[in-house]
Nanobody, 114 residues
Framework: QVQVVESGGGLVQPGGSLRLSCVAS????????MGWYRQAPGKERELVAA???????NYADSVKGRFTISRDNAKNTVYLQMNSLKPEDTAVYYC????????WGKGTLVTVSS
């Protein structure tokens, strides 16, 4: 049984920073490609960033240079460091673990507002 749990969301001012964390339990974490997705009201869920088991990363164009994904296999954790946040970054952010099956967290809300 795989559980994926996000944390770290909240309210932040434009230009501020947040770090999201995602812990995947009940599995061998190092096997998984991990990703962060987000969904804003009225919009499709979109990939924000992903990192493979080998450490390769990719980012949505909208967050390149501002967000950084990383992983700590020893802690079964993936992080999303978000800097220079903009109001358009407001969304529910979901953690995804992908290997043989696809597992999702319940999401954590990030609100960027003055």
């Amino acid at each position: 049984q795989v559980q994926v749990v996000e944390s770290g969301g909240g309210l932040v001012q434009p230009g501020g920073s947040l770090r999201l964390s995602c812990v995947a339990s009940g599995t061998i974490f190092s096997f998984y490609t991990m990703g962060w997705y987000r969904q804003a009201p009225g919009k499709e869920r979109e990939l924000v960033a992903a990192i493979t088991k080998g450490g390769n990363t990719n980012y949505a164009d909208s967050v390149k240079g501002r967000f950084t994904i990383s992983r700590d296999n020893a802690k079964n954790t993936v992080y999303l460091q978000m800097n220079s946040l903009k109001p358009e970054d407001t969304a529910v952010y979901y953690c995804n673990a992908r290997w043989i099956a696809d597992y999702w967290g319940k999401g954590t809300l990030v609100t960027v507002s003055s």
